[in-house]
């Protein structure tokens, strides 16, 4: 797989920050827009049902008013106790016509259940008797007014409208159905536009349109009233404004790209023409320069860089009377590596921070990071060039844990990419101070660090130790990776030599010379298969009375 440019690392962060989440937003709009258009329809239906259940447990109060006084009239009551299978009483004939025209007949029945008289209204006797359809049947039991008992029972028909006629309500929703239905079969009480089984559920589909229903069931009388709309109408409005809004997310997301895109452009294209000219003075070509290098801080990096290179031309003349052009070869290729290996790092830590990254993030933050990066790097060049150069470093006196500690967090974010463990144990002791260069020791220090990284899996570790014997600081690196063959154990102090992909061969090199110009020295040991062990010993500074610091 081909390595992802710095440009195209910034575009991935905008479209994993910016673009994905937009378009997250953007369908969460959509589905929610017909969950609201639900939710609302579905509001206004039970609202509507509330309230014409107030309606008909009114109007049913006041036809069981009525319809009481037939259980309660003398005459129906000495009937019922005579059983003598008497003619319908006058009374009970007069209560009947007073009724609600609504109440198209009565039926009394005795204790066993058998009729004993019928009573209809004149518009209805060509009726049969078990008509019931587009009727209610409320049962009002018939007692002694004395004892209590049951003498028998009176079964009313009403007709539905009764209790809820037309128009005694506003609808709730465009083209709501009003049903009211018969518990036991399920049938129509009202007139249907479609099949009363569909109301069996809260929702269904007819007319190619999905609908909504709300119940509610009454013991007395019994019947369930049931309203229901079509969704569409309400579920429309909110589609359209969630699809105008995913639309305008669409566009903001697109735009914020191409804006990236351009941005990004400008920022990497410094970075760009530097990271040309160290690839091809990595190949030796050493008459490379950055040309119109800016103000920022990109722009200094491209005057050091060029700056290195000239001195390099003229260190090399100064060489080339002296040494052979394997020499030469080594110390360009020496230079291109210490170029390439902080913006490694610089890269690897801008990964980290892409993750942190916020969505209201102009890109200045990784770009400051990347630019502070690039300006440890310029003076780690000069530190360690001029180790190369004269085989010695500075004589300041340096705190051990300081360029120790500055080499593992600059080399922990390779660990993280690995899903490594990255550990330092400091001295318990006073402070380790050594004489030499604070930015050789921490480019010695991350050479072998990052060395450690590159051999673990996933799941390594790698421990770092500081210990003192005698007058002299141990710095022990250990891995669990997978080790050094033996053959190639005793080459790895070599020039250019190196077993991993993309590898210059010169980090350990490296580290050598700074060990060596700091009075020190460096040993490996590998076993294949557990790991590896790099031991770094570095000279105590002495105050001039004598004795360690």
């Not at 036809?63 to 009374?91: C, K, M, N, Y």
């Not at 110009?517 to 790099?534: D, L």
Request: charged share 25%.
């Amino acid at each position: 797989m081909l390595p992802l440019s710095f440009r195209t690392r910034i575009l991935l962060l905008v479209l994993a920050v910016a673009v994905v989440p937009l378009g997250l937003l953007g369908l969460w709009l959509t589905r929610s827009a017909a969950r609201s258009g639900e939710d609302l329809l579905r509001t206004r239906l039970h609202e509507a049902l509330s309230e014409m259940t107030s309606q008909i447990t009114t109007r049913w109060v006041q036809q069981r008013f009525d319809l009481l006084f037939l259980t309660e009239e003398v005459s129906v009551h000495r009937a019922l106790q005579a059983a003598d299978g008497a003619p319908v009483p006058t009374a009970l004939r007069h209560r009947f016509d007073e009724l609600d025209p609504g109440v198209v007949m009565v039926t009394v029945r005795d204790r066993e259940g058998d009729v004993v008289w019928t009573l209809r209204r004149t518009a209805s006797a060509d009726q049969g008797s078990s008509e019931t359809v587009g009727h209610v049947t409320p049962v009002l039991s018939i007692r002694d007014r004395i004892s209590g008992q049951l003498l028998g029972s009176l079964v009313a028909s009403m007709q539905a409208e009764l209790l809820l006629p037309s128009g005694s309500i506003a609808p709730a929703a465009a083209g709501m159905v009003v049903g009211l239905l018969e518990p036991s079969t399920e049938a129509a009480l009202l007139p249907l536009p479609f099949d009363p089984t569909l109301l069996a559920d809260d929702r269904f589909v007819w007319g190619g349109d999905e609908w909504l229903s709300v119940r509610r069931s009454f013991a007395e009388p019994p019947f369930d009233l049931v309203l229901t709309a079509p969704l569409t109408p309400f579920a429309q409005p909110f589609e359209d404004a969630a699809r105008r809004g995913g639309w305008l997310l669409l566009f903001v997301a697109v735009a914020g790209l191409g804006l990236a895109a351009l941005l990004t452009g400008r920022m990497t294209r410094s970075l760009r023409r530097l990271s040309t000219a160290a690839a091809a003075v990595s190949r030796g070509d050493l008459e490379q320069r950055v040309e119109r290098p800016g103000t920022d801080e990109v722009g200094q990096v491209a005057r050091a860089f060029n700056t290195m290179t000239e001195s390099l031309r003229r260190t090399l003349r100064e060489l080339a009377s002296r040494e052979s052009l394997a020499a030469v070869g080594e110390f360009a290729a020496s230079l291109a590596h210490e170029i390439r290996n902080p913006l490694t790092a610089i890269r690897v830590d801008l990964q980290s921070l892409e993750e942190k990254l916020p969505e209201e993030s102009s890109l200045r933050e990784p770009l400051e990071s990347a630019l502070t990066e690039i300006e440890r790097l310029n003076q780690t060049v000069r530190d360690t060039l001029e180790v190369a150069r004269r085989g010695r470093t500075g004589s300041d006196l340096v705190d051990l844990s300081g360029p120790l500690n500055a080499a593992a967090h600059a080399a922990r974010p390779a660990f993280e990419a690995r899903g490594a463990i990255l550990t330092v144990q400091s001295s318990p002791e006073a402070p380790l101070t050594v004489r030499g260069d604070a930015g050789a020791l921490e480019q010695l220090f991350l050479n072998v660090i990052q060395n450690a990284a590159q051999a673990l899996a996933s799941g390594g570790e790698a421990l770092v130790r500081v210990d003192r014997d005698r007058d002299s600081a141990v710095v022990a690196i250990r891995d669990d990776g997978a080790g050094i063959p033996p053959e190639d154990l005793e080459r790895v102090f070599a020039p250019l030599f190196t077993t991993k992909e993309g590898g210059t061969g010169l980090g350990l090199t490296i580290a050598r010379r700074i060990a060596q110009a700091a009075g020190g020295e460096i040993h490996v040991e590998s076993t294949r298969g557990t790991g590896t062990s790099v031991e770094i010993r570095l000279p105590l500074a002495t105050v001039s009375e004598g004795g360690p610091l």
